[in-house]
Every structure is written in structure tokens, then in C-alpha cells.
């Protein structure tokens, strides 16, 4: 950076000479390193499209196995509910039935 303050510092003459150079280079240049950064830009969007299109893939092969997973939980969860429900009222009926029978047996 310092080169090019120098370059502008000294001489006007060198400071025309730039600019006009840069005038009649610029069209040539300008479309040349346009067909070099157009395809290279081309080529990182369409590198960032296909990732972004993967990772949308990936997350959602994710959502569903989770989902899965939790509509199992919840189905075990409702088992053990059930089962546990089954067992208070089989251990209610037993206790009951040991309380009715052994009041009966006390009274023959």
C-alpha cells in the first residue's frame, strides 16, 4: 500500500499515466477476470447448495428416527402405566379378599 502512496506522491505525470493505463487496460481486463470469477463463484454456491441440501437431508432422517424413538418411549411408558394400574387393583381385589376371608374365618 505504502508503493502505491509513493507512486501518487512524486510525480503527477506517473499518476495520468496510471490512470489512463487503467482506462484502456480495464476492458480488456475487467471480462477476463470476470470469466475466471464467475465460474469459481458458480462453483462455491453451488458447493454450498449441495452441502446445505445434505445437511437438510440429514437433520430430517434425524427428526424422524427421534420421533421414533420417543413414540416408542411413550408407548413403553404407557405399558408400565397400564401394568402398574393392573397390579394396584389386583393387589386392592387380594387385600380385599384376605380382609373378607379372614373375617369370615374368625366368625365360623
Same mark, same amino acid.
Given at each position: 500500500?505504502a508503493?502505491?502512496?509513493?507512486l501518487f506522491?512524486?510525480?503527477?505525470?506517473?499518476?495520468l499515466?496510471v490512470g489512463v493505463?487503467?482506462?484502456?487496460?480495464?476492458?480488456?481486463?475487467?471480462p477476463a477476470v470476470?470469466?475466471?470469477?464467475?465460474?469459481?463463484a458458480?462453483?462455491?454456491?453451488k458447493t454450498?447448495?449441495?452441502?446445505?441440501?445434505?445437511?437438510?437431508e440429514?437433520? !430430517?432422517?434425524?427428526n424422524?428416527?427421534?420421533?421414533d424413538i420417543? =413414540?416408542?418411549?411413550?408407548s413403553?411408558?404407557? /405399558? @408400565? %402405566?397400564?401394568t402398574?394400574?393392573? !397390579?394396584?387393583?389386583?393387589a386392592?381385589?387380594?387385600r380385599?379378599h =384376605?380382609?373378607?376371608?379372614?373375617?369370615?374365618? /374368625? @366368625? %365360623?
Open positions: 500500500m508503493f502505491v502512496e509513493d506522491k512524486g510525480n503527477i505525470v506517473i499518476g499515466a493505463g487503467a482506462l484502456v487496460l480495464g476492458p480488456i481486463i475487467v470476470t470469466a475466471i470469477l464467475r465460474p469459481a458458480k462453483a462455491v454456491i454450498g447448495l449441495y452441502a446445505y441440501d445434505r445437511g437438510a440429514a437433520l !430430517a432422517q434425524v424422524e428416527q427421534t420421533g420417543v =413414540a416408542e418411549v411413550r413403553e411408558m404407557q /405399558q @408400565r %402405566a397400564d402398574g394400574e393392573e !397390579a394396584r387393583r389386583s386392592t381385589r387380594e380385599r =384376605a380382609t373378607t376371608g379372614s373375617a369370615v374365618e /374368625q @366368625r %365360623a
